[in-house]
């Protein structure tokens, strides 16, 4: 079994900057994605980043210049460092891997930005 455990989450001013970590275990594909995507009330989950296992990367507009993800692939870790964070980045964000027709995802961590 795989399991995905978030950290980093909390509250933050419009401006400001924090940091997702995401640490996988269990028996994890090597050829993989790992990512983020973000639910806000009312709303569907949508992708904030993800990178391969070979490094590419792939940001919606929205994210793209202001959210960097990258990965320890000695560590199977994911993170997302978020900077100039507006109160539109509100959401819980979520960290995902997946390979073939398999996918996880993680608990969820709260991510608030005041305005």
């Known amino acids: 079994q795989v399991q995905l455990v978030e950290s980093g989450g909390g509250l933050v001013q419009a401006g400001g900057s924090l940091r997702l970590s995401c640490a996988a275990s269990g028996s994890i594909w090597r050829d993989n994605v790992m990512g983020w995507y973000r639910q806000a009330p009312g709303k569907q989950r949508d992708l904030v980043a993800e990178?391969?296992?070979?490094?590419?990367?792939v940001y919606p507009d929205s994210v793209k210049g202001r959210f960097t993800i990258s990965r320890d692939y000695a560590k199977n870790t994911v993170y997302l460092q978020m900077n100039s964070l507006k109160p539109e980045d509100t959401a819980v964000y979520y960290c995902n891997l997946r390979w073939g027709q398999r996918g996880f995802w993680g608990q969820g961590t709260q991510v608030t930005v005041s305005s």
């Open positions: 990178i391969t296992s070979g490094g590419n990367t």
